[in-house]
């Protein structure tokens, strides 16, 4: 099975995490299609059809992306509304989804310890992507769980970013990988 990473970024080239992370998945290109919608739509005119096609011919999706303000970065919700459409995602005949393989992969550039009831956010990451998590499965995809590097803004080290590519690898290989319940 293949994985289909939609790569939501938009400044890629200053971005230290979702840059890096690109790097790593470009070096797996037999088994990983990176499709990043920031340079396919410079103009935001998304291609809905390509964009329907190209998730129906792929079972392992993954949505990569810094966390902005606890949501989207705007590009991808747009995506989002305009790709999923009522007839091919959702209602009576929309059913292209279902079934697929749905993941987060998200640069978060708070600490993680700051996601917590006590922290500063005040509420976890699981809360935090909980639109997310509904879309999904109102589509009737298999929410997987997420995957996250915390400090991605001010602390996070070259050094922990390298490795938490090799583990953005992983993390792809075992849920690509994997058989049975795999919600979230």
Do not use: C
């Amino acid at each position: 099975m293949k994985t289909l990473v939609i790569l939501a970024h938009p400044n890629i080239d200053v971005s230290r995490v979702n840059r890096r992370w690109k790097q790593e998945l470009e070096q797996h290109a037999t088994d990983i299609t990176i499709h990043e919608i920031y340079q396919a739509y410079p103009d935001w005119n998304i291609d809905v059809s390509r964009e329907q096609k190209l998730l129906e011919a792929y079972d392992h999706i993954i949505l990569q992306f810094p966390l902005y303000w606890y949501s989207y970065p705007p590009l991808l919700k747009k995506w989002f509304d305009d790709v999923f459409t009522y007839g091919w995602a959702y209602g009576s005949k929309g059913n292209k989804l279902h079934g697929k393989r749905l993941s987060l992969a998200m640069s978060i550039g708070d600490k993680k310890g700051n996601y917590t009831r006590e922290g500063s956010v005040s509420f976890s990451v699981d809360e935090v992507i909980t639109p997310f998590i509904a879309s999904i499965n109102h589509v009737g995809a298999v929410a997987l769980p997420y995957f996250a590097v915390f400090g991605a803004s001010f602390q996070v080290t070259d050094e922990e970013i390298n490795q938490s590519a090799k583990e953005y690898i992983s993390y792809i290989v075992k849920y690509r990988n994997a058989a049975g319940n795999l919600s979230v």
